[in-house]
């Protein structure tokens, strides 16, 4: 099987007690069917304490029981008893793989480090804005695309490449970068929905050319000048967000402070303004931190619409979450008055954590996101082409 990671991939190791988080608070961990029978056979004072922590769940699956918020066997330290008492091989999946994630593509398999771990978060962020990836092999058998299918698979990963290549255009602000490549999904999309496959890389030629996204560039300007309607519709923005399930009941990202802040009088459209304006021209020199932001979520997600052709939710799904990192990072520099890289892997490990690891946040952003007017490609667009 051939293996894809991001260059940084190698770069990583875990903390452990010296991280600022810990892994094993606020989630209900699943413990794998082979893992549950391995502690069921435990013997000993220990294989009685796991099964004394285990529970079923609504979904019926086997989850250890929090105290507060924390692991049962998280103990003072932030280090695992079951790790230290019966070696990593008594681990559960979940925890032994975290924070890295894998998808497979037939012979293929892309595997990465989540944005919610605050290490890999800062190793996402401090990688050179050119994301690369490596590609190595091993004796792993593979699963099996059928013959009819690869060349379709392929095209897909040559529509994320040239995302990531659109993305790549030096000259150009990144909210319209990003408004060029909803565009281009926007199409791929169109093309998906009637069923014209072969027309897909019509569409990605169609991008290659200077002339087209010159002229492209041209018909967004038309866009600028509506940072009233961006206003509103980012207030809807923050009503979808915190209305999700979240960690905890405390709004551990401050959505429900931001919307008291800027959509509380007259006055909150031009304070929203101004310090987003002041924002940009202080974070200037540092934006690439929310294209990377980006680059992580389109790699994660984006290949996922092979399985069910909804690349419009994939996308959405990375562009929308670069948004709301972006707009939680303008309200955290107004209240300390600087935003360092440390405060943007902070933010961006939180909102990973909060959003993206309740897997069924994702399925409901994707669902939102295709079903209500306000997340149009052309709403978006607007976003982001007046002071993203």
Known sequence: MKIRVPSYFKEFSCIASECEDTCCAGWDVVIDAETYQRYQDMEGAFGEKIRSKMAVDDDGDHIFILEGIRCPFLNTGDLCDIYKEKGEQYLCHTCQQYPRYMEEFGDLREVGISLSCPEAARLILGHDSKLSYELSEDDQTSSKIPEDEKDLLEVFFQCRTTIMDLLDMPDWSLG?????????????????????????????????????????VQEFKAY?????????????YFKTYRDLEHINENDPLGLCKV??????????????????????????????????ILGYFIYRYFMKSFYDFDMSSKIKVAVMSTIMIKELAVVKWVENGAFYQADMVELSHSYSKDIEHLEANIDTLENIFESMDLYSFDRLISTLMNEF
């Open 176 to 216: 319209l970068r990003m408004s060029v490549v909803l565009k281009f999904v926007e199409e791929l999309q169109d093309k998906l929905d009637f069923d014209e496959m072969d027309a897909l890389q019509q569409v990605r030629e169609t991008y290659s050319q200077s002339s087209y996204l010159m002229a492209l």
């Open 224 to 236: 600028k000048g509506h940072e009233v309607s961006k206003y509103n519709d980012v207030y809807e």
């Open 259 to 292: 919307l008291v802040t800027y959509w509380n009088g007259d006055e909150g459209q031009t304070l929203y303004m101004n310090q987003h304006k002041a924002f940009n021209d202080y974070y200037k020199d540092q934006m690439a931190d929310f294209e990377k």
